[in-house]
Protein backbone atom coordinates (compact mmCIF):
# COMPACT_ATOMS: atom_id res chain seq x y z
CA UNK A 1 0.00 0.00 0.00
CA UNK A 2 2.85 2.56 0.74
CA UNK A 3 4.38 1.40 -2.75
CA UNK A 4 1.32 2.20 -4.68
CA UNK A 5 0.41 5.77 -2.04
CA UNK A 6 4.68 6.78 -3.46
CA UNK A 7 4.10 6.00 -6.87
CA UNK A 8 0.75 8.10 -7.02
CA UNK A 9 2.39 11.02 -5.55
CA UNK A 10 5.19 10.51 -7.76
CA UNK A 11 2.48 11.01 -10.41
CA UNK A 12 2.17 14.70 -9.17
CA UNK A 13 5.18 15.84 -9.16
CA UNK A 14 5.82 17.31 -12.85
CA UNK A 15 6.49 20.65 -14.48
CA UNK A 16 2.65 21.40 -15.06
CA UNK A 17 2.22 21.25 -11.31
CA UNK A 18 4.92 22.70 -10.31
CA UNK A 19 5.27 20.42 -7.60
CA UNK A 20 8.60 19.02 -6.86
CA UNK A 21 8.58 16.98 -3.33
CA UNK A 22 5.52 15.30 -1.85
CA UNK A 23 6.15 14.18 1.52
CA UNK A 24 3.35 12.40 4.72
CA UNK A 25 4.33 13.10 8.19
CA UNK A 26 2.46 11.51 10.89
CA UNK A 27 1.18 13.56 13.77
CA UNK A 28 5.01 13.69 15.64
CA UNK A 29 6.55 15.28 12.19
CA UNK A 30 8.39 12.15 11.26
CA UNK A 31 8.52 11.34 7.25
CA UNK A 32 6.52 8.54 7.09
CA UNK A 33 6.05 8.83 2.94
CA UNK A 34 8.62 10.06 0.55
CA UNK A 35 7.83 11.31 -3.10
CA UNK A 36 10.34 13.49 -4.49
CA UNK A 37 11.59 14.77 -7.64
CA UNK A 38 14.59 17.02 -6.72
CA UNK A 39 17.88 15.94 -5.25
CA UNK A 40 17.50 19.30 -2.84
CA UNK A 41 18.76 18.74 0.60
CA UNK A 42 15.14 20.06 2.67
CA UNK A 43 15.25 21.25 5.97
CA UNK A 44 12.65 19.64 8.07
CA UNK A 45 9.72 20.59 10.17
CA UNK A 46 9.62 20.24 13.82
CA UNK A 47 6.34 19.66 15.77
CA UNK A 48 6.33 22.68 16.89
CA UNK A 49 6.25 24.51 13.40
CA UNK A 50 3.39 21.83 12.09
CA UNK A 51 1.33 22.87 14.90
CA UNK A 52 1.64 26.97 14.25
CA UNK A 53 1.03 26.34 10.44
CA UNK A 54 -2.96 26.48 8.71
CA UNK A 55 -3.69 23.85 6.51
CA UNK A 56 -3.41 24.89 2.72
CA UNK A 57 -1.34 28.09 3.37
CA UNK A 58 2.15 28.50 2.04
CA UNK A 59 5.19 28.76 3.66
CA UNK A 60 9.04 29.37 2.87
CA UNK A 61 10.97 26.13 3.46
CA UNK A 62 14.80 26.36 3.61
CA UNK A 63 16.85 24.31 1.46
CA UNK A 64 20.16 22.93 2.88
CA UNK A 65 23.91 22.85 1.18
CA UNK A 66 26.14 19.95 1.63
CA UNK A 67 27.22 21.24 4.87
CA UNK A 68 24.09 22.09 6.33
CA UNK A 69 23.75 25.76 5.57
CA UNK A 70 20.88 27.28 4.67
CA UNK A 71 21.74 27.67 0.97
CA UNK A 72 17.90 28.71 -0.87
CA UNK A 73 14.70 28.12 -0.38
CA UNK A 74 11.26 25.74 -2.18
CA UNK A 75 7.83 26.85 -0.99
CA UNK A 76 5.76 24.50 0.67
CA UNK A 77 2.09 23.92 1.69
CA UNK A 78 0.60 21.40 4.34
CA UNK A 79 -2.50 19.82 4.02
CA UNK A 80 -4.25 18.00 7.66
CA UNK A 81 -5.74 14.61 6.79
CA UNK A 82 -6.54 13.23 10.68
CA UNK A 83 -3.51 12.73 12.09
CA UNK A 84 -1.44 12.71 8.84
CA UNK A 85 0.67 15.90 7.26
CA UNK A 86 0.71 15.93 3.38
CA UNK A 87 3.83 18.50 2.60
CA UNK A 88 3.38 19.90 -0.45
CA UNK A 89 6.57 21.33 -1.95
CA UNK A 90 6.79 23.71 -5.02
CA UNK A 91 9.39 25.54 -7.25
CA UNK A 92 10.37 28.84 -6.19
CA UNK A 93 10.29 30.21 -9.91
CA UNK A 94 6.93 31.88 -9.87
CA UNK A 95 7.91 33.68 -6.33
CA UNK A 96 11.70 34.79 -7.51
CA UNK A 97 10.21 36.79 -10.85
CA UNK A 98 7.82 38.49 -8.05
CA UNK A 99 11.22 39.04 -6.30
CA UNK A 100 13.07 40.39 -8.67
CA UNK A 101 10.11 42.57 -10.07
CA UNK A 102 10.30 44.37 -6.78
CA UNK A 103 13.27 45.99 -6.89
CA UNK A 104 13.80 49.57 -7.44
CA UNK A 105 16.43 52.56 -7.54
CA UNK A 106 18.80 53.79 -4.41
CA UNK A 107 19.40 50.07 -3.50
CA UNK A 108 16.14 49.84 -2.60
CA UNK A 109 14.37 46.46 -2.12
CA UNK A 110 11.84 44.07 -0.92
CA UNK A 111 11.73 41.74 1.73
CA UNK A 112 8.95 38.57 2.37
CA UNK A 113 8.01 37.32 5.82
CA UNK A 114 5.81 34.40 5.56
CA UNK A 115 3.27 32.84 8.24
CA UNK A 116 5.94 31.51 10.37
CA UNK A 117 8.06 34.41 10.26
CA UNK A 118 10.84 33.09 7.56
CA UNK A 119 12.71 36.06 5.99
CA UNK A 120 13.78 36.06 2.70
CA UNK A 121 15.78 39.30 1.14
CA UNK A 122 17.50 38.37 -1.84
CA UNK A 123 20.29 35.68 -0.91
CA UNK A 124 19.37 35.53 2.44
CA UNK A 125 16.72 32.91 3.88
CA UNK A 126 16.26 32.84 7.58
CA UNK A 127 14.28 33.59 10.71
CA UNK A 128 13.35 37.20 11.94
CA UNK A 129 14.07 35.93 15.51
CA UNK A 130 17.75 34.20 14.15
CA UNK A 131 18.82 37.30 12.03
CA UNK A 132 17.11 39.73 14.75
CA UNK A 133 19.90 38.70 17.17
CA UNK A 134 23.23 39.34 15.06
CA UNK A 135 25.01 42.81 15.47
CA UNK A 136 24.41 45.36 12.74
CA UNK A 137 20.81 43.73 11.82
CA UNK A 138 18.43 46.91 12.75
CA UNK A 139 16.56 46.38 9.71
CA UNK A 140 14.81 42.83 10.50
CA UNK A 141 14.33 44.46 14.03
CA UNK A 142 12.45 47.31 12.14
CA UNK A 143 10.35 44.32 9.61
CA UNK A 144 9.99 42.63 13.32
CA UNK A 145 7.89 45.05 15.43
CA UNK A 146 5.62 45.74 12.54
CA UNK A 147 5.09 42.12 11.90
CA UNK A 148 4.31 41.49 15.64
CA UNK A 149 2.35 44.99 16.44
CA UNK A 150 -0.85 45.70 13.39
CA UNK A 151 -0.33 49.45 14.29
CA UNK A 152 2.83 50.29 12.92
CA UNK A 153 1.81 48.44 9.54
CA UNK A 154 1.30 50.44 6.56
CA UNK A 155 3.55 53.37 8.24
CA UNK A 156 6.88 54.59 7.19
CA UNK A 157 9.69 53.69 9.78
CA UNK A 158 13.14 55.00 9.85
CA UNK A 159 16.22 53.35 11.18
CA UNK A 160 20.23 53.49 10.87
CA UNK A 161 22.18 51.64 9.05
CA UNK A 162 25.65 52.17 9.68
CA UNK A 163 25.89 56.42 8.41
CA UNK A 164 22.58 55.73 6.27
CA UNK A 165 19.51 56.85 7.51
CA UNK A 166 16.77 53.76 5.76
CA UNK A 167 13.25 53.29 6.22
CA UNK A 168 11.20 50.30 5.95
CA UNK A 169 7.32 50.16 4.68
CA UNK A 170 5.93 46.72 5.84
CA UNK A 171 1.98 45.60 4.69
CA UNK A 172 0.14 42.61 4.60
CA UNK A 173 -0.69 40.32 2.10
CA UNK A 174 -4.26 39.68 1.67
CA UNK A 175 -5.72 36.28 1.97
CA UNK A 176 -2.92 34.77 3.77
CA UNK A 177 -0.21 35.13 6.45
CA UNK A 178 2.23 36.84 4.81
CA UNK A 179 4.06 40.39 4.91
CA UNK A 180 5.90 42.82 2.13
CA UNK A 181 8.20 45.10 3.50
CA UNK A 182 10.13 47.75 1.00
CA UNK A 183 12.90 49.51 2.05
CA UNK A 184 15.70 52.06 0.73
CA UNK A 185 17.95 55.30 1.81
CA UNK A 186 15.95 57.80 3.64
CA UNK A 187 16.68 60.83 1.67
CA UNK A 188 15.63 59.01 -1.36
CA UNK A 189 12.94 56.72 -0.75
CA UNK A 190 9.73 59.56 -1.05
CA UNK A 191 11.37 60.43 -4.61
CA UNK A 192 10.94 56.72 -5.81
CA UNK A 193 8.24 56.40 -3.64
CA UNK A 194 5.42 55.73 -6.76
CA UNK A 195 7.57 52.62 -7.82
CA UNK A 196 8.12 51.14 -5.02
CA UNK A 197 4.78 51.14 -4.03
CA UNK A 198 3.43 49.86 -7.38
CA UNK A 199 6.22 47.39 -7.12
CA UNK A 200 5.02 46.05 -3.83
CA UNK A 201 1.20 46.47 -5.05
CA UNK A 202 1.98 44.15 -7.63
CA UNK A 203 4.04 41.56 -5.59
CA UNK A 204 0.30 41.40 -3.15
CA UNK A 205 -1.60 40.88 -5.84
CA UNK A 206 0.82 38.45 -7.06
CA UNK A 207 0.50 36.19 -3.96
CA UNK A 208 -2.97 36.17 -4.23
CA UNK A 209 -3.16 34.27 -7.55
CA UNK A 210 -0.26 32.35 -5.81
CA UNK A 211 -1.42 30.79 -2.67
CA UNK A 212 -5.06 30.50 -5.12
CA UNK A 213 -3.24 28.19 -7.31
CA UNK A 214 -1.26 26.66 -4.62
CA UNK A 215 -5.15 25.50 -2.68
CA UNK A 216 -6.59 24.90 -5.98
CA UNK A 217 -4.21 22.39 -7.04
CA UNK A 218 -3.56 20.72 -3.89
CA UNK A 219 -7.54 20.18 -2.94
CA UNK A 220 -7.98 18.94 -6.84
CA UNK A 221 -4.89 16.76 -7.39
CA UNK A 222 -3.94 15.50 -4.39
CA UNK A 223 -5.65 15.73 -1.33
CA UNK A 224 -8.71 13.77 -2.75
CA UNK A 225 -6.72 10.95 -4.35
CA UNK A 226 -4.74 10.65 -0.78
CA UNK A 227 -7.96 10.72 1.04
CA UNK A 228 -8.46 7.67 -0.99
CA UNK A 229 -5.61 5.71 -0.24
CA UNK A 230 -6.36 6.59 3.27
CA UNK A 231 -10.13 5.39 3.15
CA UNK A 232 -8.44 2.27 1.53
CA UNK A 233 -5.96 2.10 4.27
CA UNK A 234 -8.62 2.17 6.99
CA UNK A 235 -10.67 -0.69 5.63
CA UNK A 236 -7.37 -3.29 5.12
CA UNK A 237 -6.73 -2.28 8.67
CA UNK A 238 -9.99 -2.92 9.88
CA UNK A 239 -9.69 -6.53 8.13
CA UNK A 240 -11.04 -6.25 4.35
CA UNK A 241 -7.61 -7.35 2.96
CA UNK A 242 -9.90 -7.58 -0.39
CA UNK A 243 -9.59 -3.67 -0.59
CA UNK A 244 -6.95 -2.16 -3.44
CA UNK A 245 -5.85 1.26 -3.99
CA UNK A 246 -6.46 2.97 -7.53
CA UNK A 247 -3.66 3.60 -9.23
Same mark, same amino acid.
Given at each position: ?22 ? @?? !?? /? +????? &??? %? *??? =? ?88 ? @?? !?? /? +????? &??? %? *??? =? ?90 ? !? ?7
Amino acid at each position: AKSAAEETAKGYITQDTGIIRIL @IL !DK /S +GKTVL &TAD %G *SDA =NYKLFDKDMLDRMVHGEAYISTVLDANDRESGYELVAPYMLNDRTVMVYFSNSYLDSIIKAGSFPTNGRVVLIDGLNHILDGAYVGTLEE @IS !DR /S +GYVQY &TTI %G *SAV =NDPSLLNTSRRFEMGRNLQIAYTVKSPGCGWFVSAMAEADKAYVYSSVASSNVIGMVMGFSVLFIAVYVIAIVIITKPLASIEETLVKINRG !DHDSRIEV
